[in-house]
């Protein structure tokens, strides 16, 4: 059994509670990620399972799918003007179901793979257990959105290990995607878990570190938040450049929000 196939169910299942109550008009509500609407936090999520579900299961499907994406790029176009192309209009409650009716599905089949086996994706091939782990991250990091716009605070737990995960190994990665050389010092990350637990990665330093809480360390790496906006403490000038510039996900360099600018909106 995939642990992360069972994380990403679980996220998707706590994404999806949170919006059943919405009326269609909400769905079009702006969130403060690039003015995105629910629809697009959803559409994305969904175009994206699909694809990895294809990736795991109909290679020929994934290689056919990921041909017009880059004709759409080609062309002078975006995800944001191939997502919509690919939903064939569904929105609104119709895509809220879509999107929680594959989901189960697709979860289960990553859960029963093979863990190690090499699947293809956007950028390089990934093992099936990153490939899901990666969809637990976008999840997360794009349901976060939709948390702050309803003025809701999340719950998290200790499946967001998996996000915290794909900022540590991301690390080199971070710079690369800039054109960056990355630093020979990778920082002592420490981290203090929804449960209490700690968690920590490379070598202990007391002059190049990462330390605090576990839920702001990932709203940095999935680009949620500045590091600012936290609590994080941040020692060392490696440690101070990998977190002003952070990104787990993949694609081309992103620049992290502005300070103050994400953060959960006060429902009266």
């Known amino acids: 059994m995939i642990r992360e196939a069972v994380d990403f169910r679980e996220e998707s299942d706590e994404l999806y509670e949170l919006l059943k109550p919405l009326g269609d008009g909400d769905f079009e509500k702006k969130t403060q990620f690039k003015d995105w609407t629910i629809n697009d936090v959803l559409g994305h999520l969904h175009m994206w399972n699909w694809a990895a579900e294809q990736s795991l299961n109909n290679e020929a499907e994934f290689d056919k799918f990921f041909a017009e994406l880059v004709e759409e790029f080609a062309n002078g176009g975006s995800l944001r003007t191939y997502e919509p192309k690919w939903l064939k209009g569904l929105k609104n409650r119709d895509l809220l179901e879509a999107w929680h009716s594959f989901y189960p599905g697709m979860a289960n089949g990553f859960e029963q793979a093979d863990p190690d086996r090499r699947v293809k994706w956007a950028g390089p091939e990934m093992s099936v257990r990153s490939s899901i782990a990666a969809r637990m991250m976008e999840t997360w990091a794009h349901g976060q959105e939709v948390y702050d716009l309803l003025g809701v605070v999340r719950n998290n737990t200790d499946r967001i290990k998996n996000v915290a995960l794909l900022g540590i190994k991301t690390f080199g990665f971070t710079f690369k995607n800039r054109g960056l050389e990355a630093p020979g010092t990778k920082p002592y990350v420490t981290l203090t878990a929804p449960s209490g637990d700690t968690w920590e990665w490379n070598e202990p330093s007391e002059t190049c570190r990462v330390e605090g809480d576990a839920v702001e360390f990932c709203q ?19 440690a101070k450049e990998w977190m002003s510039i952070a990104q787990c996900f993949a694609g081309p360099a992103e620049n992290p929000p502005e300070p103050g600018t994400r953060f959960t909106v006060e429902v009266p």
């Open 220 to 238: 940095v790496v999935t680009q949620v938040r500045n590091v600012a906006d936290t609590s994080l403490k941040v020692i060392g000038e490696e």
